[in-house]
């Protein structure tokens, strides 16, 4: 399982996966040496200090482990910024930002308001990772509107921005058995010698809860291994009661590759979707160096909009990256660029491509949309894809 061909990290950051490791084993012995795996993601993400997104190492761009869509353009942010500017005739001109990353999405966001002469109120983010804050604070330095919280909130009116967020919510495994659904957890072995961690099956069988979101359970095959998103929906349901807090308009947009649950728990997708990026290489051992490597699972989009309709959210628009940005304006954005400074345009044109293409972001990649008392323009709704949800 960890023969893998990966760079090899430093000293320092070895030796922090090695006691990110032991954290977990001692966690594991506390638990009669089984935890969910919702569990031990949990840990090698946000351990303080150690976790991956808790401790120091770079994350994102060309020296970290992956790169999103604001890193690879500044059209991104600057073409939710135009959305948003429509947007706040109904709302308050107040954003709030979740998983900001090195903050690259706010700064193309606010430089596009600024230059649009659109006044944000105030830009929060809510951060839990101390280097990315740093990093955050130094990018944004300029824009005395940005408020950082460690914490969301008890109401807020505005807009909410997620991009790539609920897929590093940890997520709970399961499996189907002949005895039916069991969930999977980690486990220690070789105690004596190295610990290694591996996964392990619990015998009793899940509860009826734990895999309520999977359309048509029973008549997926034996070994079918998939995620839930116990705590995703429950982010949605916190979100929800902030927004609906206030008792004004409010709106989310929250874009992330997945799927809805009819693609998600298809039969042939036999091992979920768990996926691990370490140096912008893609790997499935999620036991590898915990703490120097991101964990993901795709997001199912039906629960989410679940979690958010039962909380009281209204569902306002769910489509694609590429059919969401193209509404938006991107090309707009792009078309201020002369195609005659070829220096400057083809990079854009080159980075838009891969935002909105079908082999790239464009479909993989999609965008939810909940809120209460709002309306989206129309030539967004026009490209709605609800029905598939």
């Not at 993601?41 to 060309?62: I, Q």
């Not at 679940?306 to 009281?312: H, K, S, T």
């Not at 707009?332 to 070829?342: C, F, G, K, P, W």
């Not at 309306?375 to 709605?384: A, M, S, V, W």
Request: net charge negative.
């Amino acid at each position: 399982m960890h023969k893998l061909s990966l760079p090899a990290p430093g000293d320092d950051a070895l030796a922090a996966s090695s006691a990110l490791q032991q954290l977990i084993i001692d966690d594991i012995h506390q638990h009669q040496g089984w935890i969910p795996f919702s569990r031990y993601m949990e840990l090698a993400l946000y351990a303080p200090d150690l976790g991956y997104y808790s401790g120091g190492a770079t994350k994102l761009g060309k020296d970290g482990d992956f790169t999103t869509a604001p890193e690879m353009s500044p059209l991104f942010g600057a073409t939710l910024a135009r959305l948003a500017n429509q947007l706040f005739s109904q709302t308050a001109a107040e954003v709030m930002e979740f998983g900001a990353g090195t903050g690259k999405l706010a700064l193309d966001f606010l430089s596009e308001c600024q230059l649009s002469g659109v006044a944000i109120d105030r830009y929060f983010i809510v951060e839990l990772s101390g280097e990315l804050r740093a990093r955050q604070e130094e990018l944004l330095k300029d824009f005395p509107q940005v408020q950082w919280l460690q914490k969301m909130p008890d109401s807020f009116s505005g807009i909410v921005l997620g991009n790539e967020v609920l897929d590093a919510m940890p997520v709970d495994l399961v499996i189907k058995t002949a005895e039916g659904w069991h969930e999977v957890g980690v486990a220690v072995v070789d105690e004596e010698s190295t610990p290694r961690l591996l996964f392990r099956e619990q015998s009793k069988a899940c509860t009826p809860d734990k895999i309520a979101q999977i359309p048509g359970a029973d008549e997926l095959p034996v070994g079918y291994l998939t995620e839930v998103h116990p705590i995703a929906g429950g982010f949605m349901q916190s979100l929800a009661a902030m927004l609906l807090a206030s008792g004004k308009p409010a709106i989310a947009i929250l874009i992330d590759y997945g799927f809805p649950a009819s693609e998600y728990y298809h039969p042939q997708r036999l091992q979920g979707s768990l996926m691990c990026h370490y140096r912008h290489h893609a790997h499935p051992d999620p036991f590898y160096l915990p703490g120097l490597q991101d964990i993901t699972a795709h997001v199912d989009f039906t629960a989410m909009t679940r979690a958010g309709l039962a909380a009281g959210l209204e569902l306002l628009n769910y489509t694609s990256q590429a059919g969401f940005l193209t509404a938006a304006g991107i090309a707009d954005v792009l078309a201020r660029t002369s195609a005659e400074q070829v220096m400057d345009y083809l990079p854009k044109a080159n980075a838009l491509q891969k935002l909105v293409s079908p082999a790239e972001m464009g479909e993989l990649f999609k965008v939810l949309v909940m809120g209460h008392g709002m309306e989206l323009p129309e030539n967004l709704l026009r490209l709605d894809r609800s029905h598939r949800l």
